[in-house]
């Protein structure tokens, strides 16, 4: 999804850090987003995905490092004169402005003439459809009316790049998968840049070009979507993005790994940074009966109906869960039942 | 209580409604006979002739006559209004740095403005004449390092009356705007830097524009506290700061023409009203009760946004222009600069009482030449003022318990009662803190007078009583706000009958609450003097009666060894209450 526009920027984050005395809300930390990129930043509450936004649109000050957009540095550049945009979370609307007067806020601090104020307030309020509740407050609209107005006024005065802090975790499920999106329309008709924020993997998945996963102030492993889900690199990965079962084990060099619940078969060419690894499969990897020599053991606990798919959750023999999708036309067996399961070794993965 | 909500609302709500509200009742006939009948009756008396007993407008007849009553109007109103802009302009940056430090350091903050607040006006004007008299402590500070040859006249004019009124009202400024300070989103003060506004408009648009409420409110109370002002101008002031209420005072303690003090204390009343209501026209009430101020639409409000936008552009370049000038290190420290130096005008002439106190010499000099015990000695042994200490401890302990339970029982049924008369009962709660003290005092001294209640003990609760149930009712209510009503509920699912969850549950939660409401009517009796002067009466005097006596005739130094004493028991007292009002 890369835009086509000239107008977007590309943003460059070099060994930026964060600490507040002995605390560090983000170690030195690198990225880069390219021109009308969808990056997200996800991970658990804590682990500095919020610290990176607000470092980038300057409302923190970085310990060290530097924010370079469109090549230039913007270490010295006030908030209010960088060209970001941020969507908070819970939205920040101005109580005592109506909803035009909120969307009018950044065109007026930009000197903008009143007729073009108008014009762009109006053309903004129907792209998010809000045309008729231009007169009212921010507190007589609904939560998905308030966060509609808070896009509004952020992508009516075309920032190059959009910052975005959880800006759907106020809503409800099936407004938050509306708004998606909304979002990802609005994304591709102004050719934004976009860096989001969400602790929600599902809405990252969904989203974004590119995932930056985030833990313990730093960041664990920066990809496309699919790479994450497919390839993790650990297993805080495997685990925080899907549903995995874990293994951990000891990775002997070569072909292997040994754990409690047996010697598995590793993708061919898998490799580890240390002996101390862990083995990860999917839960639609996973199927009845052995295959390639790779079989684990357990007991049926519970069986989930979820429509499409059945998922079951085994106790393997020293009681730790094992979970496995089934497809519509698997026999499901039944609660317990003691079954066999077994994976491809090219559909399991090696992570630290 | 809420118990009684879940197991009766669906089946008897009529009963429901009745049972939260019978609370209300007690305080409600308290304040009827001992607050709205004295006050209502004195608005009478000044329209009836003494004489005659018929309708007579003689009193204000006899005010427009000479312009000497027109003049301490118009003198009071000055002050006021000078003292509430004074209050305003040093608070406003004091509340906004308070509100913006974390949580661990504001509780702090606010104790350096609590305990100026809670300290006795005598105590606190006491100090001032100490400080700025004329061989008080600037002044042989100033001619001691011989900056100035003569003594500066720093007393007994308008300047000593505004430096003592503003620093007793800006404790009261910033504890009105804080709550609302602090609830303002400091996002949205970044959203507004975000897009595009420069640090100086997004404080004038959006958070200034926010506090608005928060400012008139405390313009309000501080001008109308103001109005009723005697200590500070009759011992600060000179001849030319006299105001209304020393004229109410002097007509009845020395001319015992009560009509006429009616007439007066009508006037003050009259003005205090009209004060609240345009406050409400512009703002609406229930602000100052932390309620969302209703939005003015149309062209004042068009007007409102483009003044401050003005304000906002003027100041952005003074803020360019500072930074130029002093450095960014500089401008930052300008703020908390101000605060230290505003707590330290707050919290300063207090303690220098307390080495004065010690002092070896027969008077209030300076620093002291030496220092002993025998002023203590002097105050011990008089059976004067001990007496005068037994009797404000017993008072304040009765009115504490009276004004506790009283607020209690209102606050617990407004809480649980959804009627419209809710806002109602509650206003009328709070107007002893709205009336003039004075006007109350007055008040109640005809009833009393009547009831044969004049230098009574009895007296005297009923009167302080009647000035801390608006406190009581306001700490109770905001524990109870806090306090999370579906743990009763829980507690009734769970097998507890309603007394048992009251005592299991409710008192145990917001026992911080009525012991902090205790000791703020403590304090409120232990130190009030209006009510005092015209109540208690001969030898059946109060501490801060024995003061206001003693200060009228001669300065000297037992006084400040009182004033450490009286700073003693209510700086502890609020300690305690600060204690246990916030949540361990």
């Not at chain 1, 943003?11 to 969808?38: D, I, N, Q």
């Not at chain 2, 018929?54 to 427009?64: D, E, L, P, T, V």
């Not at chain 2, 000497?68 to 109103?77: D, E, Q």
């Not at chain 2, 450490?564 to 007292?573: D, E, G, K, L, N």
Request: hydrophobic share 50%.
């Amino acid at each position: 999804m890369t835009a086509t526009q000239p107008k977007t920027a590309k943003l460059v984050v070099e060994g930026l850090c964060k600490r507040y005395g002995a605390t560090t809300a983000l170690e030195p930390s690198s990225l880069s987003v390219a021109e009308g990129e969808f990056l997200t930043l996800l991970g658990p509450s804590g682990s500095g995905k919020t610290t990176l936004l607000q470092l980038i649109c300057g409302l923190v000050e970085a310990s060290e490092g530097r924010v370079v957009i469109d090549g230039r540095d913007q270490s010295a550049t006030p908030v209010h004169q960088r060209d970001i945009g941020l969507v908070f979370q819970h939205y920040a609307l101005f109580p005592h402005l109506t909803v035009a007067e909120n969307i009018a806020f950044p065109l007026k601090m930009r000197g903008c003439a009143s007729a073009e104020v108008a014009s762009r307030v109006a053309a903004t309020l129907d792209m998010v459809h809000l045309g008729h509740l231009a007169g009212r407050f921010p507190r007589e609209l609904s939560g998905g009316q308030q966060q509609r107005v808070a896009l509004a006024r952020c992508f009516v005065y075309q920032p190059s790049i959009i910052l975005m802090d959880e800006p759907l975790g106020a809503l409800d499920k099936k407004l938050r998968e509306h708004m998606q999106i909304e979002i990802k329309r609005l994304h591709r008709e102004s050719g934004a840049t976009i860096v989001y924020v969400t602790h929600d993997q599902e809405e990252a998945l969904a989203m974004s070009d590119r995932i930056c996963l985030m833990n313990h102030a730093k960041i664990e492993q920066l990809g496309t979507p699919r790479d994450i889900y497919e390839r993790p690199r650990t297993a805080f990965a495997a685990d925080f993005i899907g549903i995995s079962n874990i293994f951990r084990g000891r990775w002997d060099g070569n072909g292997t790994i040994e754990t409690v619940h047996g010697r598995f078969a590793l993708p061919s060419g898998a490799r580890c940074q240390s002996q101390d690894a862990a083995l990860v499969i999917r839960p639609e990897n996973l199927h009845l009966g052995a295959q390639d020599g790779n079989v684990v053991n357990g007991c049926v606990r519970e069986v989930v109906y979820a429509g499409s798919e059945t998922r079951v959750i085994a106790a393997l023999d020293d009681g730790s869960p094992l979970v496995l999708r089934l497809g519509p036309d698997d026999v499901v067996p039944g609660i317990d039942e003691r079954i066999v399961a077994g994976w491809a070794r090219d559909k399991a993965v090696l992570v630290a | 209580m809420s118990a009684v909500t879940l197991s009766s609302a669906p089946a008897r709500p009529a009963r429901l409604r009745l049972s939260a509200l019978w609370l209300a009742v007690p305080g409600l006939v308290f304040l009827a006979v001992f607050f709205v009948y004295p006050v209502a009756q004195l608005l009478g008396l000044s329209i009836v002739d003494p004489e005659s007993g018929a309708f007579s407008a003689g009193a204000y007849q006899r005010i427009a006559a000479t312009d000497v009553y027109l003049r301490v109007l118009g003198i009071t109103f000055r002050i006021a209004g000078w003292t509430a802009l004074w209050s305003l302009l040093i608070g406003y940056p004091l509340a906004y740095w308070i509100a913006r430090l974390p949580n661990m350091f504001r509780g702090r903050m606010l104790l350096f403005v609590m305990v100026p607040f809670w300290t006795s006006y005598l105590v606190k004007t006491f100090a001032w004449m100490i400080v700025l008299g004329r061989n008080g402590i600037i002044n042989s500070l100033a001619t001691g390092s011989g900056i100035v040859d003569e003594p500066l006249p720093l007393l007994h004019n308008q300047f000593g009356v505004m430096v003592g009124m503003v620093h007793a009202m800006v404790p009261l400024a910033v504890m009105t705007m804080l709550p609302v300070m602090a609830g303002i989103d400091r996002r949205l003060v970044q959203a507004a830097q975000t897009l595009g506004a420069a640090p100086a408009r997004a404080f004038w648009l959006v958070y200034f524009k926010l506090s608005l409420p928060g400012v008139a409110a405390a313009g309000l109370l501080v001008f109308i506290s103001s109005l009723g002002f005697f200590i500070v101008p009759a011992f600060l002031g000179g001849r030319q700061e006299t105001m209304l209420a020393q004229l109410i005072i002097t007509q009845v303690q020395e001319l015992l023409n009560w009509s006429f003090a009616g007439a007066l204390s009508a006037m003050m009343l009259v003005a205090a009203l009209v004060s609240c209501l345009i406050y409400d026209r512009l703002f609406g009430l229930s602000t100052i009760a932390g309620g969302s101020a209703q939005v003015s639409t149309g062209r004042i409000r068009d007007l409102g946004l483009a003044l401050l936008s003005a304000v906002a552009t003027l100041s952005g370049h003074l803020a360019r222009l500072a930074q130029t000038l002093l450095g960014k290190r500089v401008c930052a420290g300008l703020l908390p600069g101000f605060c230290w130096l505003v707590i330290a005008f707050l919290v300063l002439p207090t303690l220098l009482v307390i080495p004065l106190a010690f002092t070896s010499s027969q008077f209030l000099e300076f620093p002291p030449p030496g220092y002993g015990l025998s002023w203590f000695q002097t105050y011990f042994s008089s059976p004067l003022w001990i007496q005068a200490t037994i009797r404000s401890f017993a008072v304040a302990f009765v009115t504490a318990l009276a004004a506790t339970a009283i607020g209690g029982f209102a606050a617990l049924a407004l809480a649980n009662s959804r009627t419209r008369w809710g806002g109602l009962i509650f206003a009328l709660f709070l107007a002893p803190m709205i009336v003039p003290r004075i006007v109350v005092a007055v008040g109640l001294f005809y009833l009393f007078a009547r009831l044969g209640l004049i230098a009574t003990d009895l007296g005297l609760v009923i009167g302080h009583t009647v000035l801390a149930i608006p406190f009581t009712l306001v700490t109770i209510a905001a524990v109870l706000k806090t306090y999370d009503q579906r743990l009763d509920q829980a507690a009734a699912t769970l097998g507890a009958n309603r007394l048992r969850t009251l005592t299991g549950v409710t008192i145990p939660l917001v026992k911080g609450g009525l012991v902090a409401a205790f000791l703020f009517a403590f304090i409120t009796s232990f130190d009030e003097l209006t009510i005092a002067i015209f109540v208690s009466g001969g030898v059946k005097t109060t501490l801060p009666k024995q003061m206001w006596d003693d200060m009228i005739l001669q300065l000297n130094p037992t006084l400040a060894a009182v004033s450490v004493v009286v700073f003693i028991v209510v700086t502890t007292m609020l300690l305690i209450a600060e204690r246990f009002r916030s949540p361990s």
